[in-house]
Every structure is written in C-alpha cells, then in structure tokens.
C-alpha cells in the first residue's frame, strides 16, 4: 500500500502463500531476539535520499519501495518509487503521479504501484517495460485522499490491493485480464468513525500478495475492533497476533512458511506506541529490534528464501531501509 495509506490505517499489510497453513494455529511462546539475530543486516539508502522505505523483495532479490527527495518532501507525503538491482537503483515514477510507491515486483519483471494525482486521488499503476496503465477500480470514488491502492502482483499477473467507495469504506480488491473482484470481511465496518483508534478507517484492505494468489489484510470493524486475515479462493482466514501484544499486524508469509510483521506493546499504535518487527516460524516468535533502540521498525516483505526487507526510524526520526540476509 501507499504511504499515503500506511499513515491513515497506522500499519502495513501484507501476506504471502503459505500462511494459509497457520489458520487456526493457537499463537506460540515468544522468544527474544537480538536485533538482526540469525541476519545479516544491510542498510538500504537510495543515493541523495531523505528517508528511504523499502515495501517489498522478489524471489530475484530485486527490492522495491519509496523514498523521500528533501525535506520538504518528508513533510508534505512526497514520495517516489525506486527498484534496487544489487547496488543499481533505478526511479520509478508514473507520468500521471505526483507522488508515487513503488509497492510490487513479479519475478518477470512486472512493476505494480499507487500514485496520487495533482487532486490528491490515489490510482493504482502497472508498469510493463516502461508502459504504464492506471489500476482503478470502478466502484472507487476518486476524490482527495480516496482513490485505489495497489499492493502487489503475481507471476501469473493478478494485481490485488484496497480502493474507497463513497462512503470512505475500504474494500480490498483483485485485478486480472481487465476484471476486477470486490471482497469485504466478515463483520467490516462502514463509512468514517471519528472516534476509531484506526482515524475513522473502516472496511477490508490487501496487502502483499502471494504467487499462489492468497492475500494478506486487516478487517476494521465498527468502532475499535479489527483482525488480520489471509483471504485464499475468497475465503477470509484469520491468523494470530503477536502473543502480549497490544497491536498486532502481518505483513507478509513467504512459500517457506516464514511469516514476519509488526506488534505494538503499551502504548496501542494509535496512540503513538514505538513498532517492533516480529518473524514467525515452525511455532515460534522471535522479536527484530530497532537499532536505535527507540523509535520503532517495520518488516514489510520477504522472498521465499526469506530475505525480508523493511524500515526502521532513525536517530533523527527519519526512516531508513534495510534488509536482513538469513546466515542459517
């Protein structure tokens, strides 16, 4: 999703295939771990960026993501797409887009991401050899701040993501071949609450989608209530928090079975909690730490060899991206 996005719902979705297998799993124990434990960390800075934030990896280890120019960039929810090919990091920036996230790469080199026109309406894009094409949803209303987010893409190339109706509803959606397909959680809430922990958000949204199709997302019921599911063949399957936590959200499961996401502790992430990036593996829990210790950390996506990639908030308070290469 969009950045855009990530600051109204507080959290950045995501999913891969085999988190369909933990459906029902009773959550586990949770083991602390040292920062980067069983990682290499390496820093991920696009050259003469203010912030960077890497959104996803492929199978290829091609990372994708957004990042900041300036400052005034930073203030103003500015940003532009990039992919990083080893130490290449090329631009990706649709043509009809003010700011632009680049949030998805299949292993054959399709390119999926959100931008916000001059209005401030969000459009989804696909990017094929350097010809884009709007994503947008028909039941969306394209109106500031509303619009269609994509939030990733398959080998087979079904885009999956979360538009606005009218009412401000979220509803996550599928794309594939010129067709689109709605989906709306069991028990989801409608239009805008002001009193909602999530800042009035509520509905379905997708996150990061697997090659099998399943997709990840978060289900925002009425008032404070919401869960996390894996929606597989239309079905939404719920999946475990963080154990103690106070605020829990997936972010993505990769074919290996490796899940990871974020959790808040006191306080909730509405009310300004610091993130701590969690991985989740044959029954188990193990804590990733911010390396400044203070200021939080989002693992955002991983391959299926499960180099996972994400950001964490700096000294300065600024993100800076990362990715951690399994040494096991």
């Not at 063949?233 to 074919?255: L, T």
Request: aromatic share 12%; net charge negative.
């Amino acid at each position: 999703m969009t950045l855009k996005t990530l600051r109204r719902v507080l959290l950045t979705a995501g999913v891969g295939a085999m988190l369909v297998a933990m459906v029902g799993v009773v959550p586990a124990a949770a083991t602390s771990g040292v920062t980067g434990q069983g990682y290499t960390w390496t820093n991920i800075k696009v050259p003469g960026s203010y912030a960077t934030f890497p959104v996803m990896v492929n199978n290829k280890g091609v990372v994708v993501g957004a990042y900041y120019v300036t400052s005034t960039d930073w203030k103003n929810g500015v940003q532009r797409g990039f992919i990083k090919q080893g130490r290449k990091y090329t631009m990706i920036d649709d043509p009809l887009g003010v700011s632009n996230t680049v949030t998805g790469m299949n292993d054959h080199g399709e390119i999926v991401g959100t931008y916000t026109d001059s209005s401030g309406a969000d459009y989804g894009f696909i990017d094929q050899g350097g010809r884009f094409a709007t994503i947008a949803d028909p039941s969306a209303d394209n109106a500031k701040d509303l619009g269609t987010n994509v939030d990733g893409v398959t080998d087979s190339g079904e885009i999956g993501g979360t538009y606005f109706d009218s009412h401000s509803t979220m509803h996550a959606f599928s794309y594939k071949k010129g067709s689109y397909m709605t989906y709306n959680c069991p028990g989801q809430g409608t239009g805008r609450d002001p009193t909602n922990i999530f800042n009035g958000v509520a509905g379905s949204s997708f996150g990061y989608v697997a090659n099998a199709g399943a997709m990840s997302g978060t289900c925002f019921e009425d008032g404070t209530g919401y869960y996390n599911y894996v929606n597989q063949d239309g079905r939404f399957n719920r999946v475990p928090n963080y154990p103690g936590s106070s605020d829990s959200f997936i972010s993505w499961v990769n074919d290996s079975g490796e899940s990871g996401g974020v959790y808040y502790t006191t306080p909730t992430a509405a009310n300004g909690g610091v993130p701590d990036g969690y991985i989740y593996q044959k029954g188990k829990f193990t804590t990733i730490n911010d390396p400044d210790g203070q200021y939080g950390i989002w693992l955002n996506g991983a391959n299926d060899s499960g180099l996972i990639v994400g950001a964490y908030y700096d000294g300065l308070g600024f993100w800076d991206g990362f990715e951690l290469t399994p040494t096991h």
